[in-house]
């Protein structure tokens, strides 16, 4: 009896030492001592505690609580955690290259460069069908898109000049069988244009806008709507948009606008940066200042040796530039919602650098640092209806978040310098990504390449 007791305790003891040997872990990752941005922007917690399970966030604690495990842990020892930013404008088929020296860049390399700077969220404005079947097929290593297909623009109208396809529609009896021909890409969202390209071209009527945002809300799709003057941005309010792409660059917005705006909820993205970066770049070298680290070798010679001056239009809105940031500073003091859209792809507009310039163009406009980080993170997710799952750091929700080693509320520049990217729960390799950019050369005309300081003489 005593051998069998004996020999009974030796399995019950190596029962219960192999259940502890082999005992999962509480989480996949623990970050420690890491203060977290508030839902408000207003402040930061107490340091804290994050748990991550699989891709979201699984518990949030204070420190003065008992840790429990997990199979791997960071300690931040104080960093701010911010959300992982969103771009709420940006044309993910183009590169930022000049249209005079024009360089294309596969969609892999440019949500790689949007990861690298921070940016876990991507709204595309303008992409064609076969882009929509690529962007189905992404897995959690790449920032989330948020797609709208093909546009609807009036025929020959903006944005058929650059051959891709959108919905050209002439009057509210083809509307039908271009909707449905939306709603078969798998649409995140719906763009529609108001545009007379100087006046050269009749834009989408009323009741077609109206017909368009219709539809889209029946369809729970957010309703983006292009624009550039201001009686344009007041029918796009009238027609039922969510948000304006593109602010009022070059007239002042008046009582009625703000009205409507804070009647409708809309959501107004200026994309100042689009419109100010190459005049910027060829006074100032401003933008070259920036961390350029995953812009290829080939991209940067074509961007920034010999910088030519701007269009003349390009021009005119860097001259008149006043108005847009009085206009941006005037909307959010009557309570409107400002959301960051760099329109990236466009010239002196990289992926991912793009937003960061248009984080600092709202800087300059004169809206609050507090602000800022809200038009990047929680009013970006509210008007993309995502605001359940992103755009703010809590119990439940993506794992995408930002560690910076200054704090963003008390000066914006901290977020150009992150010191850890968490996307979907997995610290982004920001080496592994400039290796990848400068492996993948662009397509294009050649530039001269130089070393030498940009020439702006010209």
């Known amino acids: 009896m005593k051998v069998t007791a004996i020999t009974s305790c030796l399995i019950l003891a190596s029962s219960n030492s192999f259940a502890l040997e082999t005992k999962k872990n509480d989480y996949d990752l623990r970050i420690d001592n890491v203060q977290i941005l508030t839902s408000d922007a207003k402040g930061f917690s107490e340091n804290s505690r994050i748990y991550i399970q699989d ?95 093909p546009a609807f623009t009036n025929p020959k ?39 007379t390209m100087g006046g050269t071209a009749i834009p989408l009527s009323d009741d077609v806008l109206k017909e368009i945002g219709k539809r889209s809300q029946s369809a729970g799709l957010p309703f983006f709507v292009h624009v550039s003057t201001l009686e344009d941005g007041k029918r796009a309010i009238r027609a039922g948009a969510t948000a304006l792409a593109h602010g009022i660059n070059f007239e002042p917005v008046d009582n009625e606008f703000i009205d409507l705006m804070q009647q409708n909820k809309v959501t107004y993205i200026p994309t100042l940066s689009v419109l100010h970066n190459q005049g910027d770049e060829h006074d100032h070298q401003s933008i070259s200042q920036l961390d350029l680290a995953p812009i290829h070798p080939k991209m940067k010679a074509c961007l920034f040796n010999q910088v030519q001056a701007p269009t003349a239009s390009r021009k005119l809105a860097w001259q008149k530039k006043s108005i847009a940031y009085n206009n941006v500073v005037k909307l959010a003091k009557a309570g409107i919602k400002i959301g960051a859209g760099s329109d990236s792809g466009n010239p002196y507009s990289p992926h991912g650098l793009g937003l960061i310039s248009e984080v600092l163009a709202l800087h300059k406009a004169g809206l609050s640092n507090q602000q800022i980080l809200l038009s990047m993170t929680k009013v970006a997710a509210q008007t993309l209806n995502v605001s359940e799952d992103i755009g703010s750091i809590s119990q439940g929700k993506r794992a995408d978040f930002i560690l910076l080693n200054k704090n963003p509320i008390e000066n914006i520049q901290a977020i150009t310098n992150p010191e850890k990217i968490y996307l979907a729960g997995i610290a982004v390799e920001r080496e592994k990504i400039i290796e990848r950019s400068h492996a993948t050369p662009p397509i294009g005309s050649s530039c001269e390449s130089s070393e030498k300081k940009q020439d702006h003489s010209i």
């Not at 842990?73 to 404008?89: E, F, M, R, V």
């Not at 892999?108 to 189905?136: F, H, P, R, W």
């Not at 069988?177 to 108001?194: G, M, N, V």
């Open 157 to 195: 109208g903006h944005s058929t000049q650059f051959g891709v396809k959108v919905h050209e529609i002439d009057s509210i009896d083809q509307i039908s069988a271009s909707w449905d021909a939306h709603l078969s890409y798998q649409p995140k969202l719906t763009k529609a244009i108001i545009e």
């Open 55 to 149: 891709d979201r966030i699984a518990r949030i604690t204070p420190m003065t609580k008992t840790a429990l495990s997990a199979e791997n842990t960071h300690n931040a020892q104080g960093s701010y955690a911010i959300p992982g930013l969103i771009d709420l404008h940006v044309h993910l088929n183009a590169s930022g290259s000049t249209y005079k020296n024009y360089q294309y860049l596969p969609l892999e390399t440019n949500l790689n460069n949007q990861l690298y700077y921070g940016v876990t969220a991507v709204t595309d404005l303008l992409m064609s069908g076969e882009m929509m079947q690529s962007i189905l097929q992404l897995d959690d290593s790449a920032p989330i898109v948020f797609a709208s297909g």
